[in-house]
């Protein structure tokens, strides 16, 4: 992580240049985003021809795993069958290293022309004005937005330009093993229940069976703090993201206070007894092996773990009890960014169009990126019969979960990781019982205001 940071600082320094050299070149680039010809309307599923008609290659880049890169070589070809003159250059990677590389693309002006972008980063590059806007395309029926959540749709704005279009979401969830809850004699949760209902549950659990009510780490990142957060109709950044957003640090003590509770009694593992928890792997996990209750997750982790237990069931995060403030949020799987330095930005556009609401592409892909955007593309989806019992369940708890979602925070600050670490250091201090929870508070947000206040 720290050497894609500083390839990402490389990428700011790179950039005067960079786009120097795109401001005195751009008057004889003839970009396909001026193009006439026919174009994908709003109801295309990919069938129509591309803007010129004349025959074009682009470049496009994604990290994932085999399967990914298997399935995705399938659509490009797939789309070229329907699109005889559009060629691909696919260019797959690992997760690990990608950001690296895309980094000294775009400060060297060779971005490819396709990429797949995580939130984590899409800021940095929009700021960079590394991303072209797809605002245009969307105006103009090259990509049809209307079966998208427009609150999803807009993770992508980034300073009034579209810079990426969503291709897939989540939200936080607690999935939970039916058979440990039945053993305690506890009922399953539903979406009315609420943070005190957790503990109670969480302590009838331990008391009846010994197991732990929550078996993974509270603080492994901010998303959990942040939904805590936005409970309280706060938020955890400033709008300038500049600095920790939320004014009353009794905020952070609470929630440190509340796990550090728990760890005393047993209920969820201390650092030391997570550490070995986390060696054992995801499919291994107490959730999944029955020696715990519940944990916190993304929606998809029953199907993710569907291949050694097909029993674990999804439920959305406890509620903060007499508030009407909708604290969930629909975070973005991941995007398609146009690079701003392509010359085949229309023809790039049709492609994202036809991945977001073709039911063939869909066909193939599976929901492996997330939960698809389009409405008409899940009822397709659950209608097909394709889908496993647990996807099937993901694609319809989503309908229910957006009556509890609330508008989806801005991407992630620059330095987002870092803040992670400082909120993780700070927490386990007070786990540890080196400092208080309101002392814990304090180190959080000094640390996280310097990380803030250096990189935005």
């Not at 994908?40 to 069938?47: H, R």
């Not at 010994?210 to 942040?226: A, C, E, I, M, R």
């Not at 995007?335 to 023809?347: L, N, R």
């Amino acid at each position: 992580m720290r050497k894609t940071l500083k390839r990402l600082a490389a990428l700011g320094m790179a950039a005067a240049m960079v786009f120097s050299m795109t401001g005195c070149s751009s008057g004889n680039k003839k970009t396909s985003t001026t193009g006439s010809s026919k174009e994908a309307t709003a109801g295309s599923t990919g069938d129509t021809k591309t803007a010129s008609g004349e025959s074009v290659t682009l470049k496009i880049t994604w990290w994932g795993g085999q399967g990914r890169h298997d399935y995705t070589q399938k659509l490009l070809d797939l789309y070229t069958k329907s699109h005889p003159n559009v060629k691909f250059e696919a260019i797959p990677s690992g997760w690990d290293g990608y950001f690296d590389k895309l980094a000294t693309q775009a400060a060297s002006g060779s971005m490819p022309d396709l990429v797949q972008m995580d939130y984590l980063y899409i800021t940095t590059y929009a700021k960079n004005n590394s991303l072209a806007d797809l605002q245009p395309f969307i105006d103009d029926g090259t990509i049809n937005i209307s079966k998208v959540d427009e609150k999803l749709l807009n993770t992508g704005k980034i300073d009034g330009k579209m810079t990426g279009l969503v291709l897939a979401s989540s939200y936080l969830s607690m999935g939970y093993n039916p058979d440990v809850l039945a053993a305690a004699g506890v009922a399953e949760p539903d979406s009315t229940w609420t943070w005190e209902d957790f503990i109670t549950m969480s302590k009838t659990i331990k008391e009846k069976t010994g197991k732990y009510g929550l078996s993974n780490g509270p603080v492994d990142d901010t998303n959990f703090f942040n939904y805590w957060v936005r409970q309280r109709g706060e938020s955890l950044f400033s709008e300038d993201k500049k600095s920790i957003g939320y004014a009353d640090d009794k905020i952070f003590s609470d929630y440190i206070q509340m796990w550090a509770d728990q760890m005393k009694e047993g209920i969820i593992p201390n650092p030391d007894e997570y550490a070995a928890i986390q060696a054992l792997g995801q499919e291994a996990g107490p959730v999944v092996t029955g020696d715990g209750a519940m944990l916190s997750e993304w929606n998809n982790y029953a199907s993710k773990v569907s291949s050694v237990n097909d029993k674990i069931k999804m439920v959305t995060p406890p509620l903060l009890a007499d508030s009407q403030v909708k604290g969930l949020w629909l975070k973005p799987g991941m995007f398609f960014s146009v690079a701003e330095t392509s010359k085949v930005k229309k023809e790039a556009a049709e492609f994202i169009n036809w991945f977001v609401n073709s039911e063939e592409a869909n066909d193939l892909i599976m929901a492996e990126r997330g939960t698809p955007v389009s409405s008409d593309i899940r009822e397709h989806m659950i209608s097909s019969g394709k889908l496993t019992v647990q996807q099937k369940a993901m694609f319809e708890d989503l309908e229910k979960a957006l009556v509890l979602c609330g508008e989806t925070p801005d991407p992630d600050p620059v330095g987002m990781s870092e803040v992670n670490e400082a909120f993780k250091n700070s927490a386990y201090s007070a786990f540890y019982g080196q400092i208080t929870p309101e002392e814990a508070a304090a180190k959080f947000r000094k640390d996280a205001d310097a990380i803030l206040s250096r990189g935005n």
